[in-house]
């Protein structure tokens, strides 16, 4: 038994020495971490089953010999690394496939470095940013990289690309170059990369793109640049770009993109598009310059090349934010046929006027449409009046911000201004009727200057969420909300300067988030009964106190209540301590406080011994205001045994 067991154990061991000594591992993914050790030298006796290994935050300076014939991934980065010892530091990382150098220094020793790198041919993915590299270094670090297809080098010195930059990295599928010096890229540099989906470019000094020739590409981020125009030449070639980022840059015009493409979204904000006086101009502007880049001048051919291309957009989403549009160009905009999503917001246009031009000698405007337009952004536009066939053409919308702005409701069609009190404003036709939007479900009219919401204001929509937060002179009309009272279920009229008398709510049946904090409020609606309410928000008003009743219909529902900033008395508390005691949450608590008398104390020290606070309340009454009647009775009954005294000696003087 005992011979058996020991010849087992000699089996097992003999195994387990043959696995070690060829370094294969049993037991999966081997990772070891040193990071943020304060090391100055990698660590003798790495175990060479190794898979992993993480020596990133350190002071290393120099990298000698790494025996580790297993390593895949390698993380160097953020140390002083200046000194890669030719031929005997990595020449032993034969399945090294993904190495990170960032934040190093091999701009020092680069060309011995490089050649400590050239046998690591079978590299996939490699880190040089931050390093200070410039263009000689990096086409010297990047000898020898046929397998690369990742190379991330941000944060260097490159000023210019060139042909023979990536020739022996034509695998390249993804490359980042943002945040460097590049004002130049010569022709020819990425056409011959053609797996390259996704190229990086941002934080450069690029002024212009007059001929995009990448068909592979599907991500292109060009952003803060310099670039003043982006064009491409007309070809019948099918390209994959999906997403362009052209945002914070010096754009004139809109990009003409190549015409077979898959642009699916694309970002222009933080530029100056919409500088030239009208759509028009900008349109024949951007064709001369295609003219002109592309056809040499040739004016021969007469032809909408914007246009053109635009047609034939997939398009889904564009950010045309924070740029200098006085105008809406309705026509360009219009060709999008798939466009879901169009941020305008920060611009200039306080007139939305239908600027269309006519069909031949037709006296009627033409009828475009946005027909897959769902989420529309206009705030800080100045905005005060929408054309009627603007909101025509508006089929499919579903959300609306026009946050800051100066747009005011209509009342519904046929209702007379003049038989309205005094305060109301004279009828005005700049006023946008939201009821024709019978797609729409959300709507933002915050700081608006709104001067009067009207009763039945929405008739004819199916609003689920409104914001009429920092209307600070806004009058709302009784029944203002009833056309929406069915499928509201978000409501926020903060900031309003509202009292009681002046917020009538209806019942809200579908009601779930309410916010009416910072107005003059110091008493709920008695109509939240009906809502199911899950986030209450009540902050800075005049409450003193919250009906204890209401507060138990409205836990049944509700989440989160927020009602910091009010004059709560302590002792009359059942519903705080209803609160306290259901699940609410009530974020602000720490900040919330309650008085009793002249003092204040937050209302988290008075829920842990209340009893303490409010000794001197028996059911809720003051012993200061029982001694009061105490007092006041005991008068009475002095004054009425004096003024019976009096009557008795009247009564004898009157016998004797």
Not at 388 to 404: G, H, R, S, W, Y
Request: charged share 20%; hydrophobic share 40%.
């Amino acid at each position: 038994m005992v011979r058996h067991m020991f010849g087992y154990f000699l089996l097992l061991w003999s195994l387990g020495h043959e696995l070690y000594s060829t370094g294969k591992i049993d037991n999966g993914t081997k990772e070891q971490s040193w990071r943020n050790q304060n090391l100055d030298s990698v660590p003798l006796d790495l175990d060479v089953r190794l898979r992993r290994l993480d020596l990133s935050n350190n002071f290393i300076r120099r990298l000698h010999n790494l025996d580790l014939p297993y390593l895949e991934q390698l993380d160097l980065s953020s140390n002083q690394l200046e000194l890669i010892s030719e031929g005997a530091s990595i020449k032993n990382l034969a399945l090294l496939e993904k190495l990170d150098l960032s934040k190093n220094a091999l701009n020092n020793n680069f060309d011995r470095n490089s050649k400590g790198l050239q046998s690591t041919g079978g590299l996939k993915s490699l880190d040089l940013s931050l390093n200070n590299l410039g263009d000689e270094a990096v086409k010297l670090y990047l000898r020898n990289k046929s397998s690369l297809e990742q190379l991330k080098l941000s944060g260097n010195s490159l000023t210019r690309l060139t042909r023979d930059l990536f020739k022996e990295s034509e695998g390249l599928r993804s490359i980042i170059i943002d945040d460097n010096l590049i004002s130049a890229i010569d022709r020819g540099t990425f056409e011959p990369l053609g797996k390259l989906g996704k190229l990086n470019l941002a934080k450069n000094n690029l002024a212009h793109i007059c001929d995009f020739k990448l068909q592979h590409v599907k991500d292109l981020n060009l952003s803060r640049n310099s670039i003043e125009f982006f064009v491409t030449a007309e070809d019948n070639r099918i390209y994959s770009l999906e997403i362009l980022d052209l945002s914070h840059n010096k754009l004139l015009y809109f990009p003409i993109v190549p015409k077979f493409n898959q642009l699916k979204y694309l970002y222009l904000h933080h530029n100056t598009v919409g500088a030239l006086t009208s759509e028009a101009s900008m349109v024949s502007e951007v064709n001369s310059l295609y003219n002109e880049v592309v056809r040499k001048g040739d004016v021969r051919i007469r032809k909408n090349n914007l246009h053109s291309t635009w047609r034939l957009m997939p398009l889904i989403y564009i950010d045309l934010s924070y740029n200098h549009f006085a105008s809406f160009p309705l026509e360009t905009l219009s060709l999008l046929r798939s466009l879901e999503e169009l941020d305008f917001s920060f611009n200039c246009v306080q007139n939305l006027t239908w600027n269309v031009r006519r069909d031949g000698a037709s006296e009627y405007d033409r009828q475009l449409y946005f027909p897959s337009l769902k989420y529309l952004n206009m705030q800080s536009n100045g905005l005060v009046f929408v054309s009627p066939l603007f909101l025509k053409a508006l089929t499919q919308v579903e959300m609306i911000n026009l946050q800051d702005n100066a747009v005011q409701p209509c009342a519904p069609e046929g209702r007379v201004y003049g038989s309205l009190s005094a305060r109301q404003p004279k009828f005005n036709s700049s006023c946008v009727a939201f009821g024709k939007l019978k797609t729409l479900k959300h709507l933002s009219l915050e700081d608006n200057n709104i001067k009067s919401l009207q009763a039945n204001a929405f008739q004819g929509s199916s609003l689920v969420s409104l914001n009429l937060a920092r209307n600070s002179h806004m009058v709302m009309q009784v029944d203002s909300l009833e056309d929406i009272k069915e499928t509201l279920q978000s409501l926020t009229i903060s900031e309003l300067n509202a009292t009681n008398s002046e917020l009538v709510l209806p019942c809200m049946p579908r009601l779930m988030h309410l916010n009416i904090s910072n107005n003059n409020l110091n008493v709920l609606p008695q109509s939240l009964n009906c809502s199911p309410l899950r986030e209450l928000n009540i902050r800075n008003n005049a409450f003193e106190s919250l009906n204890y009743s209401l507060i138990e219909t409205l836990s049944k529902h509700l989440g989160v209540i927020n009602f910091s900033g009010n004059y709560f008395t302590c002792c009359d508390s059942n519903w705080l301590s209803a609160l306290n005691n259901s699940r609410i949450k009530m974020p602000d608590i720490t900040h919330t406080k309650c008085f009793t008398g002249d003092s204040g104390i937050s209302i988290e020290e008075y829920l842990k011994s209340s009893s303490l606070y409010c000794s001197l309340h028996v059911n809720g009454i003051h012993y200061g205001q029982i001694f009061t009647v105490i007092l006041f009775v005991a008068v009475l009954i002095i004054v009425f045994i004096m003024f019976t005294r009096k009557m008795c000696c009247l009564k004898k003087s009157f016998i004797v």
